[in-house]
């Protein structure tokens, strides 16, 4: 989401607003993607506090990936022994996740040819995060009472699977509303996710950075994918 969030320190706020937020490390969401600025202005509802000892960096790759991870992780219930596949997994977050559960996790990207890897025995879960012809044929080798996450959409189009479909494969499938958050929840998630990050449970790939006057490059960068994980401006 370009500009859609912030990291930074809380220079001043408003009459109604506690005091102690100033000089604090924090990210925050921001409203109309309007986070391309030197100095933005956010609602004090939207602050979350960065925790002692985590990089702003890592604390502003975390914003929105991380509570969108820790949403599918839990609603998709992963237990030790599952076999999970990831697709669109270079980001790492649900790998690492599933990992700590004490499943086994297949990550796929960029082609169909990983997916080979799951097919002998078939997934529990499926996390997609790509949509389109490799979102169905990740379906496809999704178990009988597996769970499928259709959520990805890099391909172009959603996985799309009509209740039908998902009644005669037996499978559970959820879209992209289980991740569209009201902002309160979104800030639980993401006080969550960093306290994980500092704890050292979760580490976000910040594969390059960019200042912001260069921000063409950046999204230039994006589209080729020239790079893992996440891609910053920094001021």
């Given at each position: 989401m370009p ?16 005091r102690?937020?100033v ?31 985590l ?10 990936d ?19 596949l990831v697709?669109?997994?270079?980001g790492?977050l ?10 086994t996790?297949?990550g796929a990207a960029?082609?169909a ?12 879960v ?22 499928f ?20 494969l ?54 080729s ?11």
């Amino acid at each position: 989401m370009p500009g859609g969030g912030v990291a930074g320190r809380v220079g001043a706020v408003g009459e109604a607003v506690d005091r102690a937020w100033v000089g604090r490390q924090v990210v925050a969401k921001t409203a109309s993607f309007g986070g391309y600025a030197e100095r933005v202005v956010v609602g004090a509802e939207d602050l979350v506090g960065v925790p002692d000892g985590l990089e702003p960096r890592t604390a502003a790759a975390l914003l929105h990936d991380g509570p969108t991870a820790l949403e599918l992780f839990d609603n998709a219930d992963v237990k030790t022994g599952d076999r999970v596949l990831v697709t669109a997994a270079a980001g790492g977050l649900g790998i690492q996740l599933v990992h700590a559960a004490g499943a086994t996790v297949i990550g796929a990207a960029r082609g169909a040819r990983k997916l080979d890897l799951a097919r002998e025995h078939g997934a529990d879960v499926v996390f997609d995060g790509v949509g389109g012809e490799i979102g169905r044929a990740a379906l496809g080798i999704t178990r009988r009472g597996g769970w499928f996450s259709a959520h990805g959409v890099p391909s172009g189009s959603f996985t799309t699977v009509s209740e039908e479909e998902a009644k005669r494969l037996g499978v559970t499938v959820r879209g992209i509303d289980q991740v569209q958050f009201s902002g309160d929840k979104a800030v639980r998630l993401a006080e969550r996710a960093l306290s994980e990050a500092a704890a050292g449970r979760l580490r976000p790939v910040v594969g390059q950075t960019f200042p912001l006057a260069d921000a063409a490059a950046a999204h230039a960068a994006v589209e080729s994918r020239a790079v893992l994980g996440k891609t910053l401006l920094l001021v």
